[in-house]
């Protein structure tokens, strides 16, 4: 059995639509067996996938061929993902958290209280 790759990916749970998954595709985020395919490229287990999904990337492999989008516990059994990929995927996870932790004031506009520390501090420095 095969099912197109737009429709495969849609199934897995890599993307929300199908229209995203094709727009994906043909951008080249996703690589069937090492080269870059069209959105009607067939799938059948055994194909090696590599998808780009903003920072990430995924190494996967079809193990099973859906065409329709089920359940996220059912989808994760279409594919295994490669030691390789998981490795990857959760260092960038990793950098990712911590360019996020970088210090900076994102909470907002200042309170009153930090507005008022704040005047006490340029007070100090003109002094």
């Given at each position: 059995?095969?099912?197109?790759?737009?429709?495969?990916?849609?199934?897995?749970?890599?993307?929300?639509?199908?229209a995203l998954a094709a727009t994906a595709i043909e951008a080249g985020k996703?690589?069937?067996?090492?080269?870059?395919?069209?959105?009607?490229?067939?799938?059948?287990?055994?194909?090696?996938?590599?998808?780009?999904?903003?920072?990430?990337?995924?190494?996967?492999?079809?193990?099973?061929?859906?065409e329709h989008r089920g359940p996220a516990p059912i989808a994760a059994k279409l594919y295994e993902e490669s030691e390789e990929g998981r490795k990857a995927r959760e260092a960038m996870q990793l950098q990712v958290k911590i360019a996020q932790a970088v210090p900076g004031y994102d909470r907002g506009r200042p309170t009153k209280k930090d507005r008022r520390d704040i005047e006490r501090v340029r007070r100090a420095d003109r002094d």
């Open positions: 059995m095969r099912v197109r790759l737009d429709k495969w990916l849609w199934a897995a749970r890599f993307f929300k639509t199908r996703v690589e069937v067996n090492g080269e870059r395919a069209k959105r009607s490229k067939q799938l059948q287990v055994g194909d090696s996938l590599r998808i780009r999904l903003g920072p990430y990337h995924h190494i996967v492999t079809v193990r099973a061929i859906s």
